[in-house]
């Protein structure tokens, strides 16, 4: 062990009961001259003092060593190994140290004496393990539900918590978007003229983005820079009469390729990396403010500002590539294989100009916005995805999937199964990783929660279960699922006990209702809320308008899953007199699976009693658990009331009439228990998914907010739709 000089942590006393229960004392060595190291032994200690444990120095009972073995272990390995009185912990590299900590640390908070713990190894799956993180400013859309967070997300506190978050969940890497995101974090030295802020506004900007990075590195989580393309400052098109669509700070607007914006763009990369040294690397997206450029034409333009911006900086980086969203000319277009042919060449081209410090990850979005949904991969944005990518194996590159999650903002979500399964499902050999994140929320300010008396929650907190799954079994798919059981346990007590089965029964709703509903992008598809987007039609001349989904648009809607059946084609084929192939999903078949879980988590948490000393959130996870499976309930009904509709107007049987109405009715029921258990709790939510439906200017539906029973209107409609 290569140590500059050991330093003692003092693990404190807390109370005099503590010292009268002569509880042992704790050592732990490590290199005081390591920011890791340092992070992994306070992170260590807070555990042990938590738990009542002591420190007297090199003379206590129990001595925790850690050290780096790069050659046993592979990096972000770990190994765990007690003789006797000393504990061993070994990475494979600092990350892989901080993990065994974090992993020891675990232990003895949940209630395992250190001279019990059991030796172990564990090493990544994946070695990429992301959080896409959208922030509040110069944001990809403008709404109140992101602007919002604007003051959360300027607090180091909150930064420091995330990121203790990612780290105890080993998501190892941080990416930060938004438009042009270069202002917020320099003032160009070669065109000062683009700054929009005063001296001492660019110096609390500069502070907050060196804080953020450099905090991240001392968790050994790497940061990536991503910005949306091409824009510039309002300041800077107006100085040189240049990039003048960006004025309205648009997503969608014509690809500006002046000479002087390829230099401005690439120098501010270069700048970039030389004044932030801790910052990993960048990543370049290939869609957004390049309208009526040809796929070549965009990674060319990639290539000549922040490809030669990364070359040009004193040291090497990483990159995340993107792949073209369209093949055409169109910000939203299609997929084609001629344009995975000119992104690979690109990509491999990059990776021989030796500026990428380790793989360069290629991108995709898994099923488009919607990776909570099947497991099978149907699309990515714009279609569907060919070979040209995987065939041959690629050895300059590692695919990565972005699961996006636009479908749940406020009710907590978990399940374990799912998780496990898409990621050994969906990592092949050239897979290296996951993003998992949102763009259209935020995990910064709980502006869901009605009281927030006693629950200053971050977001993100409310959401410990979706991280915890995701985080952990992106490092190891094979983490069981003791591991979630045992958290719930140490928040809640024995009343925590059933709360992970249950999550998991309950959760399966938005997948269920994600899979039998083909979507694309973001707002064509809000599990949370059962709606989606309705094009505009004859029948909806005011459209595209973001609504709960009809009766009618469930019949006529094709699944997601091509496993699944349309109800109109399952009435057709009943009617014809034939049947499915055992692989198929019938309407029917679902409603029973949804039915039968969401019931079951009824009863797991139908006696559970939240009392005042409880935590606070206990009444949260269970209400949230409760309305999933009235959800769940609710769409099982409708199911079979569009089955039975369906039957009864091809087939003129007005008995199966009368039964569809008998499932709404009861449908409408279950959403009215939604309504009953998410009314005292959560407060009219703005989203994003309302602020620009039906394509109107920016902030213009910022007065529109979302809850249960906003739309109850809508889910009647389909009552008095069958009654006719």
Request: charged letters at 25%.
């Amino acid at each position: 062990m290569n140590m500059k000089f050991i330093r003692i942590i003092l693990v404190s006393v807390c109370a005099i009961t503590l010292a009268a229960c002569s509880q042992p004392s704790v050592f732990i060595s490590y290199d005081d001259t390591s920011r890791q190291e340092r992070y992994a032994a306070d992170a260590l200690s807070k555990s042990l003092t938590t738990s009542g444990y002591m420190s007297a120095g090199k003379n206590s009972k129990y001595t925790v060593v850690f050290s780096i073995d790069s050659i046993a272990l592979v990096p972000e390995a770990f190994s765990i190994v007690r003789q006797g009185k000393t504990v061993a912990i070994t990475g494979g590299d600092e990350r892989g140290l901080i993990y065994g900590a974090l992993e020891l640390a675990e232990d003895i908070r949940n209630g395992v004496s250190i001279d019990k713990i059991k030796d172990r190894n564990e090493k990544p799956h994946l070695m990429l393990r992301a959080i896409k993180y959208d922030l509040p400013w110069d944001t990809y859309r403008h709404s109140e539900a992101l602007s919002l967070h604007d003051q959360t997300c300027r607090d180091t506190t909150y930064w420091e918590a995330f990121l203790n978050m990612m780290a105890e969940n080993r998501l190892n890497s941080l990416s930060l978007w938004n438009l042009h995101p270069y202002p917020f974090m320099i003032v160009s030295r070669d065109y000062p003229e683009a700054n929009p802020w005063t001296e001492e506004e660019a110096i609390e900007w500069q502070k907050l983005f060196h804080a953020i990075i450099r905090m991240a590195k001392d968790r050994a989580i790497d940061t990536y820079i991503i910005p949306f393309n091409i824009f510039v400052t309002s300041e800077f098109a107006i100085a040189h009469n240049v990039a003048m669509d960006n004025l309205d700070r648009h997503f969608y607007v014509r690809g500006e390729t002046a000479p002087i914006v390829v230099d401005y763009t690439r120098s501010c990369v270069t700048q970039v990396l030389e004044e932030y040294p801790d910052l990993s690397g960048f990543g370049l997206t290939l869609g957004e403010g390049m309208a009526g450029m040809t796929p070549k034409q965009r990674e060319e333009w990639m290539t000549a500002t922040i490809i030669e911006g990364m070359r040009q900086a004193n040291r090497k980086s990483k990159l995340i590539h993107r792949v073209p969203f369209s093949s055409t000319t169109e910000s939203l277009g299609i997929t084609s294989i001629e344009t995975e042919k000119i992104t690979r060449a690109t990509i491999e081209r990059e990776y021989d100009m030796g500026f990428s410090d380790g793989p360069i990850f290629a991108d995709f979005k898994f099923n488009w916005s919607h990776a909570h949904s099947t497991l099978r991969l149907i699309k990515v944005h714009g279609g569907p995805l060919y070979d040209t990518y995987f065939n041959p194996v690629p050895d300059k590159y590692k695919v990565s999937w972005t699961a996006r999650n636009e479908d749940f903002f406020c009710l907590r979500w978990g399940v374990p199964e799912f998780v496990r399964e898409h990621i050994k499902t969906n990592s092949p050999p050239y897979v290296g990783g996951y993003f998992i994140g949102s763009e259209t929320y935020i995990p910064a300010k709980d502006y869901f929660t009605a009281d927030t008396t006693g629950t200053p929650w971050y977001a993100f907190e409310r959401q410990w279960l979706f991280y915890k799954i995701w985080g952990r079994l992106l490092y190891n798919p094979d983490t069981p699922d003791e591991v979630f059981h045992n958290e719930f346990v140490y928040r809640y007590g024995d009343k925590g006990k059933k709360l992970l089965e249950a999550s998991s029964l309950a959760g399966k709703t938005p997948l269920r209702f994600a899979s039998n509903f083909d979507c694309g992008w973001d707002f064509t598809l809000y599990s949370e809320g059962m709606m989606a987007l309705n094009p505009r039609s004859e029948t909806n001349p005011t459209g595209p308008n973001v609504e709960y989904v009809s009766i009618d648009r469930l019949i006529n809607q094709p699944p997601l899953d091509t496993t699944f059946v349309n109800i109109k084609e399952y009435v057709k084929v009943l009617s014809e007199g034939s049947t499915f192939a055992p692989e198929r999903t019938t309407p029917i078949m679902l409603a029973d699976m949804l039915e039968r879980d969401c019931t079951r988590a009824l009863e797991l948490v139908k006696n559970i009693k939240p009392v005042d000393n409880d935590n606070p959130a206990l009444k949260y996870e269970l209400a949230d658990i409760r309305a999933w499976s009235y959800l769940g309930l609710h769409y099982a009904e409708k199911l079979r009331a569009a089955v039975a509709l369906q039957t009864a107007r091809t087939t003129g049987n007005e008995t199966k009439r009368t039964e569809a109405i008998a499932h709404l009715e009861k449908g409408l029921s279950y959403w009215d228990e939604v309504i009953a258990i998410t009314r005292p709790l959560y407060k009219d939510m703005p989203l994003t998914h309302l602020s620009e439906q039906g394509g109107r200017p920016w902030r213009e539906n910022d007065h529109l907010r979302f809850h249960w029973e906003i739309i109850r209107f809508q889910v009647a409609k389909d009552l008095e739709l069958a009654k006719k």
